[in-house]
Protein backbone atom coordinates (compact mmCIF):
# COMPACT_ATOMS: atom_id res chain seq x y z
CA UNK A 1 0.00 0.00 0.00
CA UNK A 2 1.37 3.33 -0.98
CA UNK A 3 1.66 5.73 2.23
CA UNK A 4 3.21 8.75 0.24
CA UNK A 5 2.31 10.15 -2.96
CA UNK A 6 3.76 13.19 -2.79
CA UNK A 7 7.41 13.78 -4.36
CA UNK A 8 8.93 16.49 -2.43
CA UNK A 9 10.87 19.29 -4.56
CA UNK A 10 14.34 18.00 -2.95
CA UNK A 11 13.45 14.45 -3.71
CA UNK A 12 12.07 15.19 -7.19
CA UNK A 13 15.61 17.40 -7.49
CA UNK A 14 18.19 14.01 -6.03
CA UNK A 15 15.95 12.27 -8.99
CA UNK A 16 16.21 14.48 -11.54
CA UNK A 17 20.01 14.76 -10.89
CA UNK A 18 20.75 11.09 -10.97
CA UNK A 19 18.46 10.76 -14.79
CA UNK A 20 20.42 13.53 -16.01
CA UNK A 21 23.80 12.20 -14.91
CA UNK A 22 22.71 8.40 -15.80
CA UNK A 23 20.44 8.79 -18.69
CA UNK A 24 21.50 12.28 -20.40
CA UNK A 25 17.67 13.39 -19.97
CA UNK A 26 16.86 16.64 -19.35
CA UNK A 27 14.34 16.18 -16.23
CA UNK A 28 13.38 20.44 -15.55
CA UNK A 29 11.34 21.44 -12.79
CA UNK A 30 8.32 21.04 -14.79
CA UNK A 31 8.52 17.50 -15.13
CA UNK A 32 7.89 16.99 -11.96
CA UNK A 33 4.17 15.88 -11.88
CA UNK A 34 4.88 13.99 -14.73
CA UNK A 35 7.97 12.25 -13.12
CA UNK A 36 6.12 11.73 -9.41
CA UNK A 37 2.80 10.03 -11.82
CA UNK A 38 5.35 7.48 -13.32
CA UNK A 39 7.37 7.09 -10.55
CA UNK A 40 4.01 5.79 -8.51
CA UNK A 41 3.25 3.31 -10.92
CA UNK A 42 6.38 1.83 -10.55
CA UNK A 43 6.36 1.88 -6.94
CA UNK A 44 3.01 0.22 -6.63
CA UNK A 45 3.94 -2.37 -9.05
CA UNK A 46 7.14 -3.25 -6.23
CA UNK A 47 5.03 -2.36 -3.26
CA UNK A 48 7.22 -0.11 -2.10
CA UNK A 49 5.38 2.48 0.14
CA UNK A 50 7.16 5.98 -0.57
CA UNK A 51 9.15 8.06 -2.72
CA UNK A 52 12.06 7.83 -0.12
CA UNK A 53 12.09 4.40 0.07
CA UNK A 54 12.23 4.21 -3.19
CA UNK A 55 14.48 6.53 -3.84
CA UNK A 56 16.88 4.56 -1.61
CA UNK A 57 16.07 0.99 -3.22
CA UNK A 58 17.43 2.85 -6.86
CA UNK A 59 20.90 3.68 -4.63
CA UNK A 60 20.92 0.17 -3.14
CA UNK A 61 23.32 -2.52 -4.99
CA UNK A 62 20.56 -4.46 -6.63
CA UNK A 63 18.62 -1.24 -7.65
CA UNK A 64 21.51 0.27 -9.45
CA UNK A 65 22.21 -3.10 -11.71
CA UNK A 66 18.56 -3.66 -11.91
CA UNK A 67 16.37 -0.18 -11.64
CA UNK A 68 18.09 2.04 -14.54
CA UNK A 69 16.30 0.46 -17.09
CA UNK A 70 12.58 1.50 -15.67
CA UNK A 71 13.60 4.64 -14.84
CA UNK A 72 14.64 5.28 -18.82
CA UNK A 73 10.88 3.66 -19.43
CA UNK A 74 9.37 6.19 -16.68
CA UNK A 75 10.57 9.60 -18.08
CA UNK A 76 10.57 8.43 -22.17
CA UNK A 77 7.34 7.66 -23.97
CA UNK A 78 9.23 4.71 -25.57
CA UNK A 79 6.38 5.50 -28.23
CA UNK A 80 6.83 2.71 -30.97
CA UNK A 81 5.49 1.62 -34.26
CA UNK A 82 5.99 -1.18 -36.76
CA UNK A 83 6.78 1.47 -39.93
CA UNK A 84 6.75 4.88 -37.91
CA UNK A 85 7.79 7.07 -40.50
CA UNK A 86 7.31 4.71 -43.66
CA UNK A 87 9.03 6.96 -45.90
CA UNK A 88 12.66 6.32 -44.49
CA UNK A 89 12.00 2.28 -45.32
CA UNK A 90 11.47 3.21 -48.72
CA UNK A 91 14.59 5.45 -48.74
CA UNK A 92 16.56 2.70 -47.28
CA UNK A 93 15.98 0.10 -49.42
CA UNK A 94 15.73 2.14 -53.00
CA UNK A 95 18.59 4.71 -52.60
CA UNK A 96 21.18 3.80 -49.36
CA UNK A 97 21.08 -0.28 -49.67
CA UNK A 98 22.21 0.03 -53.24
CA UNK A 99 24.64 2.92 -53.10
CA UNK A 100 26.14 1.05 -50.07
CA UNK A 101 26.50 -2.29 -51.98
CA UNK A 102 28.52 -0.11 -55.02
CA UNK A 103 31.25 0.38 -52.01
CA UNK A 104 30.88 -2.16 -49.15
CA UNK A 105 29.89 -5.20 -51.12
CA UNK A 106 26.85 -7.64 -50.45
CA UNK A 107 27.20 -7.93 -46.70
CA UNK A 108 25.74 -4.56 -44.48
CA UNK A 109 25.49 -4.26 -40.95
CA UNK A 110 22.09 -1.98 -39.96
CA UNK A 111 21.89 -0.59 -35.70
CA UNK A 112 18.96 0.38 -34.52
CA UNK A 113 19.44 2.59 -31.71
CA UNK A 114 17.26 3.11 -29.20
CA UNK A 115 15.20 0.17 -30.26
CA UNK A 116 12.50 0.21 -27.77
CA UNK A 117 10.08 -3.07 -28.12
CA UNK A 118 11.25 -4.31 -31.73
CA UNK A 119 9.09 -2.30 -33.83
CA UNK A 120 12.02 -0.56 -35.55
CA UNK A 121 14.69 -3.06 -36.10
CA UNK A 122 12.24 -5.87 -37.16
CA UNK A 123 11.14 -3.34 -39.76
CA UNK A 124 14.33 -3.10 -41.21
CA UNK A 125 14.77 -6.89 -41.18
CA UNK A 126 11.11 -7.04 -42.62
CA UNK A 127 12.49 -4.65 -45.63
CA UNK A 128 15.55 -5.82 -45.97
CA UNK A 129 14.87 -9.54 -46.46
CA UNK A 130 12.31 -8.24 -49.03
CA UNK A 131 15.49 -6.71 -50.78
CA UNK A 132 17.93 -9.27 -50.62
CA UNK A 133 15.08 -12.01 -52.02
CA UNK A 134 15.01 -9.66 -54.93
CA UNK A 135 18.81 -9.20 -55.24
CA UNK A 136 20.76 -12.17 -54.50
CA UNK A 137 23.18 -12.73 -52.48
CA UNK A 138 22.62 -9.47 -50.27
CA UNK A 139 23.15 -10.49 -46.73
CA UNK A 140 22.57 -8.22 -43.80
CA UNK A 141 22.08 -8.34 -39.91
CA UNK A 142 20.72 -6.30 -37.63
CA UNK A 143 21.69 -4.82 -34.03
CA UNK A 144 18.89 -3.10 -31.85
CA UNK A 145 19.91 -1.30 -28.75
CA UNK A 146 18.07 0.13 -25.71
CA UNK A 147 18.79 0.73 -21.99
CA UNK A 148 15.45 -1.09 -20.92
CA UNK A 149 15.93 -4.65 -20.23
CA UNK A 150 12.23 -5.24 -20.43
CA UNK A 151 11.86 -3.37 -24.00
CA UNK A 152 14.72 -6.00 -24.75
CA UNK A 153 13.15 -9.07 -23.57
CA UNK A 154 9.96 -7.90 -25.63
CA UNK A 155 11.94 -7.17 -28.54
CA UNK A 156 13.61 -10.40 -28.51
CA UNK A 157 10.69 -12.71 -28.06
CA UNK A 158 8.82 -10.76 -31.28
CA UNK A 159 5.48 -11.11 -30.12
CA UNK A 160 2.73 -8.69 -30.63
CA UNK A 161 -0.71 -7.77 -30.37
CA UNK A 162 -3.17 -7.72 -33.09
CA UNK A 163 -3.43 -4.26 -32.89
CA UNK A 164 0.47 -3.65 -32.84
CA UNK A 165 0.60 -4.92 -36.33
CA UNK A 166 -1.99 -3.17 -38.00
CA UNK A 167 0.45 -0.80 -40.01
CA UNK A 168 2.44 -3.95 -41.58
CA UNK A 169 1.26 -4.69 -44.84
CA UNK A 170 -1.03 -7.72 -45.05
CA UNK A 171 1.84 -9.26 -47.54
CA UNK A 172 5.11 -8.57 -45.22
CA UNK A 173 2.47 -10.43 -42.60
CA UNK A 174 1.63 -13.40 -44.07
CA UNK A 175 5.46 -13.68 -45.02
CA UNK A 176 6.94 -12.89 -41.76
CA UNK A 177 4.46 -13.40 -39.30
CA UNK A 178 2.49 -16.72 -37.64
CA UNK A 179 -0.18 -15.71 -35.23
CA UNK A 180 -0.62 -18.07 -32.10
CA UNK A 181 -1.79 -17.99 -28.60
CA UNK A 182 0.16 -16.99 -24.97
CA UNK A 183 -1.52 -17.66 -21.78
CA UNK A 184 -4.54 -17.94 -23.57
CA UNK A 185 -4.22 -14.34 -25.19
CA UNK A 186 -4.10 -14.67 -29.06
CA UNK A 187 -0.48 -12.67 -30.09
CA UNK A 188 1.22 -12.45 -33.39
CA UNK A 189 4.87 -13.53 -33.54
CA UNK A 190 7.70 -12.34 -35.58
CA UNK A 191 8.93 -15.90 -37.76
CA UNK A 192 12.38 -17.57 -36.41
CA UNK A 193 14.28 -16.82 -39.47
CA UNK A 194 13.99 -12.74 -39.14
CA UNK A 195 14.01 -12.72 -35.43
CA UNK A 196 17.98 -14.97 -36.36
CA UNK A 197 18.85 -11.72 -38.35
CA UNK A 198 18.08 -9.08 -35.44
CA UNK A 199 20.28 -9.07 -32.28
CA UNK A 200 19.14 -7.38 -29.01
CA UNK A 201 21.82 -5.56 -26.62
CA UNK A 202 21.46 -3.45 -23.75
CA UNK A 203 23.29 -0.25 -24.35
CA UNK A 204 23.52 2.98 -22.10
CA UNK A 205 24.30 6.05 -24.46
CA UNK A 206 25.58 7.91 -21.77
CA UNK A 207 28.59 4.80 -21.53
CA UNK A 208 31.45 6.36 -22.48
CA UNK A 209 32.63 3.24 -24.73
CA UNK A 210 29.61 1.65 -26.18
CA UNK A 211 31.52 -1.56 -26.21
CA UNK A 212 30.82 -2.57 -29.85
CA UNK A 213 33.21 -3.79 -32.02
CA UNK A 214 31.29 -3.63 -35.48
CA UNK A 215 30.95 -0.87 -38.01
CA UNK A 216 28.10 -0.21 -38.88
CA UNK A 217 27.24 1.01 -42.78
CA UNK A 218 23.49 1.79 -41.62
CA UNK A 219 22.30 4.02 -37.54
CA UNK A 220 18.40 4.60 -37.36
CA UNK A 221 18.66 6.69 -34.17
CA UNK A 222 14.77 8.50 -34.28
CA UNK A 223 13.32 9.88 -31.53
CA UNK A 224 15.92 9.73 -28.73
CA UNK A 225 17.94 12.92 -29.08
CA UNK A 226 15.15 14.96 -28.62
CA UNK A 227 15.24 13.96 -24.71
CA UNK A 228 19.10 15.57 -24.35
CA UNK A 229 20.51 18.39 -23.95
CA UNK A 230 22.25 19.77 -27.02
CA UNK A 231 26.24 18.66 -25.43
CA UNK A 232 24.90 15.86 -24.89
CA UNK A 233 23.20 15.55 -28.54
CA UNK A 234 26.66 16.23 -29.75
CA UNK A 235 28.50 13.93 -27.55
CA UNK A 236 26.36 10.72 -28.75
CA UNK A 237 26.04 11.46 -32.41
CA UNK A 238 29.82 11.68 -32.52
CA UNK A 239 30.10 8.37 -30.43
CA UNK A 240 27.81 6.76 -32.90
CA UNK A 241 29.46 7.85 -35.55
CA UNK A 242 32.48 6.32 -34.31
CA UNK A 243 30.84 3.28 -34.91
CA UNK A 244 30.04 3.83 -38.47
CA UNK A 245 31.86 3.52 -42.24
CA UNK A 246 32.85 5.97 -44.19
CA UNK A 247 30.12 6.99 -46.03
CA UNK A 248 28.00 5.21 -44.07
CA UNK A 249 23.96 6.64 -43.63
CA UNK A 250 22.58 8.03 -40.29
CA UNK A 251 18.54 8.19 -39.94
CA UNK A 252 17.27 10.93 -37.22
CA UNK A 253 13.53 11.45 -36.34
CA UNK A 254 11.18 14.20 -38.03
CA UNK A 255 11.06 15.71 -34.86
CA UNK A 256 14.90 16.14 -34.53
CA UNK A 257 17.88 17.99 -36.14
CA UNK A 258 21.55 17.97 -35.84
CA UNK A 259 21.75 21.44 -36.90
CA UNK A 260 24.44 23.74 -34.59
CA UNK A 261 26.05 20.58 -33.57
CA UNK A 262 29.77 19.67 -33.89
CA UNK A 263 29.35 16.25 -35.49
CA UNK A 264 30.98 14.49 -38.28
CA UNK A 265 28.08 14.20 -40.63
CA UNK A 266 26.49 16.17 -43.57
CA UNK A 267 22.70 16.43 -44.10
CA UNK A 268 21.63 15.20 -47.22
CA UNK A 269 18.09 15.51 -47.04
CA UNK A 270 14.83 15.68 -44.47
CA UNK A 271 16.27 13.42 -41.12
CA UNK A 272 19.02 11.35 -43.53
CA UNK A 273 22.31 12.43 -42.85
CA UNK A 274 25.68 10.96 -44.16
CA UNK A 275 29.16 10.06 -42.69
CA UNK A 276 32.19 12.18 -43.79
CA UNK A 277 34.64 10.58 -45.65
Known amino acids: MIVDEVLSDQLFKLFASYIQTELGIK ?3 AKKT ?15 ATYKKYYEFVFSAEGRKSELGFLMDAVTTNKTDFYREKEHFRILTEEVVPDL ?6 VLRFWSA ?3 RGHEPYTMAMELAEYAMQHPPFDFWVLATDLSSGVLDIGGQGIYTEQEIQPVPLTMRRIYMRRGNVLGREVVKIIKPL ?3 VRFHRMNFMDEHYGIRDKFHVVFCRNMLIYFEKDVQQAVIRKIADQMHPGGYLFMGASESLNGLDVPVKQL ?3 LYQLEH
Not at 34 to 48: D, E, P, Q
Not at 101 to 106: A, E, P, T
Request: charged content about 25%; proline content about 9%.
Open 114 to 116: PCS
Open 195 to 197: RDR
Open 34 to 48: MLSGRLLKRMRHLNI
Open 27 to 29: MPP
Open 269 to 271: HGT
Open 101 to 106: QKVYGN
